[in-house]
């Protein structure tokens, strides 16, 4: 266990296991199989290096100069990025996706908001028609409600509720139509880069499986958090899932069909943690209700997920009322990037990191759906044109406002506990306040990471007057080389602002 890694036996051996049949009764073996990889893998050292345990690998060959390749593009990961799929094969390029389990099953559900679901449009990949039918509730406003503090409104963020399976079996349609090859059950588990293409080892997702030889102008990274490369500093461990039988009504502990509850804390930290919930209602009767903490990625050890979700279960009751009933299991280990350390980074010119591997979406919010589709189009031409010179930037857009909010994040990974086990919370309230005072546009501005940074900074200044206090648990929080980073990189984007 690494240090300051929170055990798996925070949970006990009992609730671990009822969480675990909770989990294989709604999702099925292949959903528990894929929640105890992702948390397996919080141990394995990250291949190239050594590859993934039982498989029978070797390190591909890099093909020689002027060597013909097998596809343009092969995208490693079947999830969200699947979307990139039919764009890039829209555009004349041989695609080829590979995922360990099917390509295109959801195991997260997705809010958006208008300018994300437009997008899924705009990008030519969808028309709009498909579109709203892919949209199963919309909210009138959404809600952050913090323990021991006040319930804060907010219009026009996450205020669309998306059915991911539907979104994604789409998409994996459009990608057979246009001739994408689709490796379902297949793991990528080497590469070596040549001058013009680079060779993968893919083998069946399964133990023992010798790897066969493929061959690329680009490699797509798009494994998540089970990417070697995915080394952004903070991490966000995510259970839940798709709920039925939570009681209605207008009370605290009960779901409004129109309101979508964005953050909320029922409790101060416990646990070293300060676990925030969100619940948004989709179909009829449904709900998707999440729990989850930030974390610094060093302290999250293997079987956080497992142990979160017999938290989740145990607890559930002290959130929202009802005879809850887990329709579909949604989990995953979301990474995020401070902005006060390097960045996730690729080795060489023809590997790419798209999505949660990048983590360029905020690290405050963690909206890696909104984040990736509002990127969609730009990110797919970017990607065709690093088929053809490797050497072009990427074309990923960092929004002004994670210069600040990364500090924030960071802050939230490591609370204080013991008697200040309450200042979380009443941080959160305080900040939370302010951004209401200073109206809807700013408010919602900030959780959708278009908050321009003069606004954030009134924003700083404006929560540092209420709670003083503020100052000293950044301090206490963050070294001073982060504070110095973050303070640079919000003078930065002043400056680029005027």
């Known amino acids: 266990m690494r240090a300051g890694a929170v055990s798996p036996q925070a949970a006990s051996a009992r609730e671990l296991d009822a969480a675990r049949a909770r989990v294989r009764e709604a999702g099925g073996e292949a959903l528990l199989a894929r929640l105890e990889h992702l948390d397996a893998a919080r141990a394995a050292p990250p291949w190239p290096s050594e590859p993934p345990r039982g498989t029978a690998a070797r390190a591909p ?81 959404g809600l952050c409600r913090w323990h021991g503090g006040g319930t804060y409104p907010v219009r026009g963020v996450l205020d669309h509720a998306i059915d991911a399976g539907a979104l994604l079996a789409a998409a994996r349609a459009r990608a057979e139509a246009l001739g994408v090859a689709l490796l379902d059950g297949h793991a990528l588990v080497g590469h070596a880069e040549g001058p013009d293409a680079v060779g993968l080892a893919v083998a069946e997702a399964r133990p023992g499986a010798a790897p066969r030889a493929l061959s690329a102008r ?99 009751s002290r959130y929202k009322e009802g005879d809850a009933w887990l329709v579909r299991p949604t989990f995953g280990f979301i990474p995020g990037w401070s902005r006060l350390s390097a960045a996730p980074r690729a080795p060489g010119r023809r590997v790419r990191l798209v999505g949660d591997a990048a983590a360029r979406h905020s690290p405050l919010t963690f909206c890696g759906f909104g984040a990736n589709v509002r990127e969609l189009a730009a990110t797919a031409a970017g990607l065709a044109r690093a088929v053809e010179d490797p050497g072009a930037p990427s074309a990923a857009h960092d929004a002004p406002v994670h210069s600040g909010t990364g500090a924030l994040a960071a802050l939230m990974a490591r609370p204080a506990g013991g008697a200040r086990a309450g200042e979380m919370n009443a941080l959160l309230n305080t900040a939370f306040a302010v951004l209401h005072a200073m109206g809807n546009d700013a408010y919602a501005a900030l959780l959708r990471d278009e908050m321009q940074p003069a606004d954030f900074v009134r924003f700083l200044r404006e929560t540092a007057a209420r709670r003083p206090e503020v100052y000293r648990e950044v301090v206490s929080a963050l070294p001073l080389r982060a504070i110095g980073r973050w303070g640079a990189g919000l003078a930065r984007e002043l400056y680029r602002a005027r």
């Open 61 to 141: 060959d890099a093909p020689d100069r002027g060597a013909a390749a097998d596809y343009d593009v092969v995208i490693a990961g079947g999830g969200l990025s699947l979307l990139l799929a039919p764009l890039l094969a829209s555009a004349g390029l041989r695609v080829a996706v590979l995922d360990r389990a099917r390509i295109g099953a959801a195991h997260r559900e997705w809010n958006a908001g208008t300018a994300e679901v437009d997008a899924l449009s705009a990008s030519g990949l969808f028309a709009r028609d498909e579109v709203e039918r892919l949209v199963v509730a919309r909210y009138t406003e």
């Open 218 to 316: 680009i490699l797509v990274d798009a494994r998540g958090a089970a990417s070697p490369y995915a080394t952004a500093d903070l991490v966000c461990p995510t259970v839940g899932g798709v709920l039925t039988g939570l009681a209605e009504g207008d009370g605290e502990r009960q779901i409004r069909p129109d309101v979508g509850e964005i953050l909320a804390t029922t409790e101060d930290v416990e646990e070293g943690r300060q676990h925030l919930w969100e619940a948004f209602p989709g179909r009829r009767g449904e709900t998707t209700v999440y729990l989850f903490y930030y974390a610094r990625s060093g302290d999250v050890g293997p079987g956080a997920l497992l142990s979160l979700y017999a938290r989740f279960f145990r607890l559930l």
